[in-house]
């Protein structure tokens, strides 16, 4: 038996602590104001950069990889070298990891408010930056491969095996969704067209919160909670069943984003039972963390390292019951599209996510610098303020959620919508968002001053970069093992076996979804988008219009009778990306082509209220003036021919500018009509009045392809 | 952990740890136990009941449930409407002309203008009317509308009580004066025919 020294890293364990507190008051911030022009447009300080839609994905990408990212990169560079005993396999693989990261970060806070983005929910970044994502993703895992096998400790941990399984499933999610064809440095159309693209999409979306805000933190949490508490893990055996039954599951529950779409059922049924499978695999979480607890709870009362951990993991355990219960079909027809999975998303992310980082935050800052925390009281207020913070954004979202689902379906005794008018029931719920921003100014309120109580500690004590450690090399043989106990001391079969467990899910939902036509129905009179409208089209992705509505019209009849037809999967076949949205702030767009004149949407882009007074969507001046981008069409037709939409050879080369043209000409000639006389061709907005009359008009062309369903408004 | 203030070592404290964490051999909690295996009869069960033995409805056969139950009412309700037309007489209430006022402004204002002096649709402030004047013929054009024209049919959009109101308060529009109202139809030059598709 010998003793080996040797040190771990402290500083890039530093570097991403600070990078977490800064892009957690960003990315805060930035949710802030989006949350404030909610119910005061102006907010957007005229700026189409900072408007709602482009926004919004710069928000939920800020707080999602870069606050919540590197607090989990700060936690796994701790723990993982102490619990296997080894320095990082390479210093500089830690610093690219670092740095890359760090700049994906920055080139997303710089394209998105650009408008340049995917549309497809927390997957926005444009291809450049998906590919920079791939490679830092990469250099992580090799990392931590790479750790794992130099390590000195036989057995790898629990925590270790939620971080195997975060590494291998993330990188499968993200070149999956991410497959593209570029169209441009910063456009690209995605492989997959309409049900097909909202399905991968969402397989990609669930699981990015579950392998990118939920089993990363599992992890940490038997690293950092059992080390708080000073108390043993509660069950051994649970951590085992949890973890696997959690990563089996999880990844088969992404279709519950899509229920009562035009998803086929048989993938919405496996989407709901699986989420309701999956409440007992998360519980075992909750369980296991909260159960160490036992004989240990006078330290929470005591110590604001386990009080923030402990709301997080009960935070945890009410988010995991209300995600599947959501996911139960009968109550997602009431809450999709609601600010309820508003309520939901933000109890997960500020309670989980955000309490557990600033645990960890408070735990490190001490020993990283070698003192104490500089004040232990300011710790306690930013625990109440933001716990306080918490309530008043979820309780109000919930509020919302629900009075403007049961206003959707309401109906009078004669069987006619009680509330026609969607801005009705917006109007409803604006004091419900001044309340959500009050909750978010809290929670903001305790990060800074969280933020500040740490920058205090950390100039009180001394920074050590290489901490010095010993670990006892064993010569006597080893004992036989069995079972799981075998298993963890292999890495690689561990590796391999996790892979299998997230692949099965995905794969008996997604490969059928390409072989089995059937599941597609193709509708005849369904055709391309034409020139103007692909440009159109872009620009509605590029000012996030998806992100507050969305164009799926679900079947049931208090939505058909106030939008029209329900949504069929075969309108969708050319729709690279699909833009079914999954959020109401607006009315559902599917049927809008031709319901209203063109000049009303000239006017309502200018300025919303003065179509639609008391609407909370902000103008788009801008589109007034811009001019149409029509050098990029060339190369938009052809990315679109490459993923399947059957445009002739050779139609971009003059035959669709020409076509271009004149379809500009006649949407002038209606705005004419609308009394709007100053209407230059070649501005933006021409291209989204074609796009948003194109809407949902092509299956209205089909000899009964449908059940006669009475429309809302008849075609004109 | 190695608490020293705890001298006894618990029976269920297995002989591994990882950077001093340690873990206890606890059995999996019951109730847990019993959790889990209820979720997956349940998913089993839905999934036979739905997709095996096709017993329930799936989601496009109870919308077709669902509208027939719906239609049913909103016809008889329309047909009451549609077959006393012709005894109406426009309201002087002022509750509901207030009413109607808003029905209009949400309405019927993105064409024909929040004055009424008309805009992609006609003036209904002059004397002029393409499809006839009185208060019957109103009603008539509100609820059918005139397809080819772009107006479009409120019929079933629009309770019959909100058709009454919005008719009624375009009677009070009559003879106001806005300004820089639209052109009367047989006054006004050639339009390209058939744009709103």
Known sequence: MKTETFHYDNRIVRAFAIATVIWGLVGMAAGLLAAV?????????????VTFGRLRPLHTNAVIFAFVGNGMFMGVYYSLQRLLKARMYSDRLSWINFWGWNAIIVGAAITLPLGFTTSKEYAELEWPVDVAITLVWVVFTLNLIGTILKRRERHLYVAVWFYIATAVTVAVLHVVNSLEVPAGAFKSYPIYAGVQDALVQWWYGHNAVAFFLTTPFLGLMYYFLPKAA????????????????????????????????????????????????????????????LLTLRGAWDKVRQDPVLKFMVAAVTAYGMATLEGPMLSIKSVNSLSHYTDWTIGHVH?????????????MLYWLFPRLWNTRLHSVRLANWHFWIGLLGIMFYAIPMYWAGVTQGLMWKQFTPDGFLQYPNFLETVTQIVPMYRLRAIGGSLYLLGTVIGAYNLWRTAKSGVFEPDVEARAVIQDAPRQAEHGHRWIESKPVLFTALTTVAILIGGAVEIVPMYLIRTNVPTIASVKPYTPLEVLGRDLYIREGCVGCHSQMVRP????????GDYSKSGEFVFDHPFLWGSKRTGPDLQRQGGKYPDAWHYNHMEDPRSTSPGSIMPPYPWLLTRKLDTNALPARIAALRKVGVPYPPGYELGEAQAALAAQARAVVANLALGSITNAPPDTEIIGLIAYLQRLGTDIKAAPSAAAPVAAAIATP | MNDPKTPLKDPLLLDHEADGIQELDNNLPRWWVWLFYLTIVFSFAYLGYYHVAGSGDLQIAAYQKEMVRGNALKDAAQAQFEASLGSLEPSKDSALLARGGQVYQTYCAPCHRADGGGQVGPNLCDDYWIHGGTYGDNLRIIITGVPEKGMLTWKGVLTPADIQAVASYIQTLRGTSPPNPKMREDLAPATPAEVYE
């Open chain 1, 37 to 49: 022009q909610l119910f005061w447009p102006e907010a957007n300080l005229q700026l189409q950069y």
């Open chain 1, 230 to 289: 000073q108390r043993p893990v509660f069950s051994y055996r649970l951590s085992i069943i949890h973890f696997w039954a959690l990563i089996f599951l999880y990844i088969w529950a992404g279709p519950h984003h899509l229920l009562y779409t035009a998803l086929p059922d048989w993938a919405q049924s496996l989407g709901m039972v699986f989420s309701v499978m999956l409440v007992a695999p998360s519980w075992g979480g909750m369980l296991n963390g």
């Open chain 1, 347 to 359: 109890s997960g992310a500020l309670g989980w996510n955000g309490f557990i980082i600033f645990s």
């Open chain 1, 556 to 563: 049931f009849r208090s939505e058909t009778e106030r939008y």
